[in-house]
């Protein structure tokens, strides 16, 4: 756990934003921006964030639960239309963009990783490893996993034969068989070298991506 609520006035009052979905072959990338003051949201949570990969899903939906009850957050969601169209780097940085924009917040933006999105010209900063290093990062990678899987286990449910539930759209090896077996999809990313290759659709009807969203309510 990188933070410590000994000294909370050490943190920063910031917007912390970060993205889930980047190399995924299938599905959305999407974007959570949180705003919270340290001194002021219980120490036990400020102590339990955490870079989301080493959180386990039960701990992830555990504190989304409670960054909702405590924090400001808004989350934004570009489609693979978008990310085929536009190419994933550019998708992210609209979607955070929009996310921070959401808040109606005004302060310091922080973003992991290494490019500022067009628009958040003003102060904001990029941040390698932010979510080890900003709570609010932290916090927002927690959301923005937790949205993200919640949204492609419900896709799974009408594309059962890749297991979207287990991989999130990730390539591993059963998702990649069932691209081969079953062809692709309409929610994968036409434009990434794995999917390319295959030009069979399977005819499932479609969801649309943003009623999804909005049915988490994380806007």
């Given at each position: 756990m990188p933070f410590t609520a000994r000294d909370?006035?050490?943190?920063?009052?910031?917007?912390?934003?970060?993205?889930?979905?980047?190399?995924?072959?299938c599905g959305p990338v999407l974007v959570a921006a949180v705003w919270f003051e340290p001194e002021v949201i219980p120490r036990k949570l400020l102590r339990e964030l955490d870079d989301s990969k080493n959180l386990s899903a039960e701990k992830r939906l555990e504190l989304t639960a409670w960054i909702r009850q405590t924090c400001r957050i808004a989350v934004a969601a570009n489609s693979v239309d978008v990310i085929d169209a536009r190419n994933i780097r550019n998708a992210t940085l609209d979607a955070?963009?929009?996310?921070?924009?959401k808040l109606q917040i005004s302060a310091p933006v922080m973003i992991d990783g290494r490019d500022i999105p067009p628009g958040l010209s003003g102060d904001c900063t990029a941040i390698v490893k932010g979510d080890s290093k900003i709570p609010q990062i932290a916090a927002a990678s927690i959301v923005a996993k937790t949205v993200r899987d919640s949204l492609m286990a419900r896709l799974?449910?009408?594309?059962?034969?890749?297991?979207?539930?287990?991989?999130?759209?990730?390539?591993?090896?059963h998702h990649l068989g069932a691209i081969r077996d079953h062809g692709t999809t309409p929610h994968h990313r036409r434009s990434y070298a794995p999917i390319a290759?295959?030009?069979?659709?399977?005819q499932v009807p479609t969801v649309t991506l943003f009623e999804e969203v909005d049915a988490l309510e994380c806007a």
């Open positions: 909370r006035s050490k943190y920063p009052v910031v917007i912390g934003c970060d993205e889930v979905g980047r190399g995924a072959l955070m963009r929009r996310a921070v924009v799974a449910s009408r594309y059962p034969a890749y297991a979207w539930e287990r991989n999130a759209g990730y390539g591993t090896k290759q295959y030009s069979l659709d399977l």
